[in-house]
């Protein structure tokens, strides 16, 4: 069954080995600095410089665009499914969970997105997907509405409590813990 493993930056490391992930995506900050787990291929690890904002024109912030959802979707698009996806952000509770939902739409794309919105929120009380990570996907995807109503659906998760990464299927079998 395949999986995506969502993780602040400081778990990624730990959370690699456990769910034996070869392939990661990151969304961080531009200049971020970190290192990518020894266990994940460096050919298949897509990083992406964008701020957790919702929109463009904020100084020298970088706001997510159709380039770097386009990665995303061609990333998922080549990834191997036999290990766990392990895609991560600063916290794991914004950028992270909407490349999480694309990353699923774009393997499975007959799935209903209320229901992967619903898993979504039962693997992460206090997930609160990036919006304009969400209609740049629903865009991209042709979703035509359907993700970002379902993303609106769910609201904003919990009051972040620190580091809970969390890990569901990309197909509707329910979450995995």
Request: charged content about 20%; aromatic content about 4%; some cysteine.
């Amino acid at each position: 069954m395949a999986t995506i493993v969502v993780s602040p930056l400081g778990k990624i490391a730990e959370l690699a080995v456990r769910h034996r992930c070869r392939e990661m995506v990151s969304l961080i900050a531009p200049k971020q600095d970190f290192h990518r787990p020894a266990v994940i291929d460096a050919g298949r690890h897509l990083i992406l410089g964008v701020n957790d904002i919702t929109f463009a024109g904020t100084g020298d912030l970088v706001a997510p665009g159709e380039e770097h959802v386009d990665a995303i979707i061609g990333f998922a698009c080549g990834w191997q499914q036999g290990s766990p996806l392990l895609v991560h952000c600063l916290m794991g509770v914004s950028r992270s969970p909407a490349a999480a939902l694309i990353a699923a739409l774009a393997v499975a794309p007959e799935q209903d997105e209320g229901a992967l919105a619903e898993r979504l929120r039962r693997a992460s009380p206090q997930a609160t997907p990036n919006a304009r990570l969400i209609e740049i996907g629903d865009h991209l995807l042709h979703r035509n509405g359907r993700l970002v109503a379902a993303v609106r659906t769910i609201g904003r998760g919990a009051d972040y409590r620190g580091d809970s990464p969390f890990t569901f299927s990309i197909l509707p079998e329910g979450p995995v813990k």
